[in-house]
């Protein structure tokens, strides 16, 4: 049976997580988030103090990433632990970001992720969903808003915590996140050439998702 494949790709903090969810639910789809699967292995190079390229390269092999949904929600595992709870640090953030440019580590998850779309009706979300993993989707769409909108997103989600950070300081990461995500050398964050654009900046949630689902029941139909 052919499955449908939804790509959705864009910056941090563009609401890819959020959005695809909530689309995914309403259309009984899966919504597989494969940065999530970044910052797992980004969480065990901090545990394992493995975060320099040769190192994480050596012990990849021991490194089993996992996807499970239960009732529709993904849960990520490492080695078999349900992590899903530990890999949205600033922390994790960042060691995510550095292990996604190691060429290795993207080729270890490139299997599991190809396999997700062949099995499932997906919207898979990411940085090179469009562009390298799933070229022939149904339909790519590139979400994204300017880096202020981001950070301020963010902030808001955060504030009621004790240790939300300033704002300047989310900014700050946001800019550099974007910075490491789009000039790495291997599968950078980068716009398919046929995919929709979507600039959110001025667009509330729920138009979002109203905009999104849209699409996608066109090429439903
Ligand atoms: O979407 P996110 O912020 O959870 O992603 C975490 C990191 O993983 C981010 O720095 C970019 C990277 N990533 C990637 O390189 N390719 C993907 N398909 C998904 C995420």
């Keep these: ?103 290795e580590v993207r080729a270890h998850l490139l299997d599991l992720q190809k396999k997700i779309a062949a099995e499932n009706n997906v919207i898979m979300d990411g940085r090179d969903i469009g562009a390298v993993i799933l070229p022939h989707a149904d339909l790519k769409i590139f979400l994204t808003a300017s880096a202020e909108e981001r950070a301020s997103r963010r902030y808001l989600e955060l504030r009621e915590k004790p240790d939300c950070p300033p704002y300047e300081k989310i900014l700050e990461d946001i800019v550099q996140r974007d910075y490491n995500d789009s000039h790495r050398a291997i599968a950078p964050l980068q716009k398919a050439e046929d995919a929709v654009l979507l600039d959110t900046s001025n667009m509330g949630f729920n138009e979002v998702v109203e905009h999104v689902t849209a699409m996608i029941r066109e090429i439903l139909d």
């Design 1 to 103: 049976m052919k499955t449908i494949n939804i790509a959705i790709d864009g910056p941090s903090g563009a609401g890819k997580s959020s959005i695809s969810r909530t689309v995914a639910n309403e259309l009984g789809f899966i919504h597989a988030d494969t940065g999530a699967m970044y910052r797992a292995i980004g969480l065990y190079a901090i545990r394992h103090d493995c975060l320099e390229p040769e190192k994480l390269i050596e012990k990849l092999k021991n490194i089993r990433v996992e996807l499970k949904f239960i009732g529709g929600v993904q849960r990520v595992l490492l080695c078999g632990e349900d992590v899903s709870d530990y890999i949205r640090s600033p922390e994790v953030s960042m060691a995510a970001s550095a292990v996604s440019a190691v060429g």
